[in-house]
């Protein structure tokens, strides 16, 4: 091989090994940035679930200061803002919020059940447990949310 081939080999093999870095680096840099993207959305998701519970929550200690009937309002409140607005975005929330969220749930399956039984009864649940469930569900979801948000 003449020196002119080795150059003109060695300056091919250079251009395509450049050439293929290069798009490389695009490729990665567009997987990259498409799933910085999708964690965005996620993110947005999340938040928006947890904006839902703390409305919830709010709702619920509205409705329960004082209440005028407890178990019509507590049935209202899950039919109207729980299962439609909280219930979808569960899975994003941390594994103590849907427990306690399960307690709620659990409670209005047997005021719509006739055939369940509650433990604690309702009227127990509502004097002695609820404000300290919705006092628990604000601060973790206060918690989770500044975390998120980095604050």
Known sequence: MTPEQLQLTTGLVGAIIGGSASVLTIVVQQHFNAKIERMRLHQVEILDGYRELYAFVTQV??????PEDPVRDFKDVMK????????????????????????????????VNPD????????????????????????????????????
């Open 61 to 66: 200690e509205d409705v329960f200061s004082p």
């Open 80 to 111: 109207r803002c729980y299962i439609p607005k909280v219930k979808p975005h569960t899975l994003f929330f941390i594994p103590r919020i849907r427990a306690l969220l399960s307690i709620l749930e659990n409670q209005y399956a047997c005021l």
């Open 116 to 151: 369940l039984i509650a433990q604690p009864a309702f009227d127990e649940f509502i004097k002695r447990e609820l404000g300290a469930i919705l006092e628990k569900v604000r601060r973790l979801v206060e918690g989770r949310t500044d975390t998120i948000l980095g604050v």
